[in-house]
């Protein structure tokens, strides 16, 4: 019966890997495993782009909408530089927006105070310019529009840039807005 057994053994011995082809197979599913990991890398990148792209705009579009809404119902431009536009809201005072460049303990931000109160409608501006326009003369060109000052104006010209980083990348993600708005009670 021993030597059955060691005869069984042996066949079954037989049958077990080379050292020849556990090589190429463990190199195989490195090289699997390690795709998949760059796979998982590659689509985490672009998740967390895509996230920053619609949040991003998401928020410009509020900003955007808030900052529109107010030109529009405002009495009046009380003054105008490119960090900083003041409207004149009639009865309920100034409405306030400003640009704070970032520091090294904050993000660079859009602020809107009115009434006593100040809220952060954006966090993560990179530029940011407020322009005034007059009235198009009669027989000006398609949108040419002359410049104005806080006495004159009819229109608001804004325009921003936010930006945030990417999770694992040195690249950012970028949004940008714009508009020209007129005042309707001027």
């Known amino acids: 019966m021993l030597p059955a057994l060691t005869s069984a053994v042996a066949a079954a011995g037989r049958h077990a890997f080379t050292l020849v082809e556990m090589m190429v197979g463990v190199a195989l599913?490195?090289?699997?495993?390690?795709?998949?990991?760059?796979?998982?890398?590659?689509s985490l990148k672009?998740?967390?782009?895509?996230?920053?792209?619609?949040?991003?705009?998401?928020?410009?579009?509020?900003?955007?909408?808030?900052?529109?809404?107010?030109?529009?119902?405002?009495?009046?431009?009380?003054?105008?530089?490119?960090?900083?536009?003041?409207?004149?809201?009639?009865?309920?005072?100034?409405?306030?927006?400003?640009?704070t460049p970032a520091t090294t303990?904050?993000?660079?931000a859009l602020t809107r105070a009115y009434a006593g109160e100040t809220n952060t409608?954006?966090?993560?501006v990179t530029f940011l310019q407020f322009s005034l326009y007059q009235r198009p003369t009669n027989g000006a060109a398609y949108e040419a529009f002359p410049?104005?000052?806080a006495a004159n104006a009819k229109f608001v010209a804004f325009e921003w840039s936010c930006s945030r980083s990417v999770y694992?990348?040195?690249?950012d993600s970028q949004s940008v807005e714009t508009a020209?708005?007129?005042?309707?009670?001027q």
């Not at 672009?46 to 107010?70: G, Q, W």
């Not at 694992?168 to 690249?171: F, R, S």
């Open 46 to 99: 672009s998740f967390s782009s895509m996230s920053n792209y619609t949040d991003l705009s998401s928020k410009n579009r509020h900003a955007s909408d808030i900052v529109s809404r107010d030109i529009r119902s405002a009495i009046s431009i009380a003054s105008v530089s490119t960090n900083q536009l003041v409207l004149n809201a009639g009865s309920g005072g100034s409405i306030v927006y400003t640009f």
């Open 105 to 108: 303990n904050t993000q660079a």
């Open 121 to 124: 409608l954006l966090k993560g």
């Open 180 to 185: 020209l708005v007129e005042l309707r009670n």
């Open 29 to 42: 599913g490195s090289l699997l495993l390690i795709s998949v990991a760059s796979l998982y890398l590659y």
């Open 147 to 149: 410049a104005g000052t």
């Open 168 to 171: 694992l990348t040195e690249k």
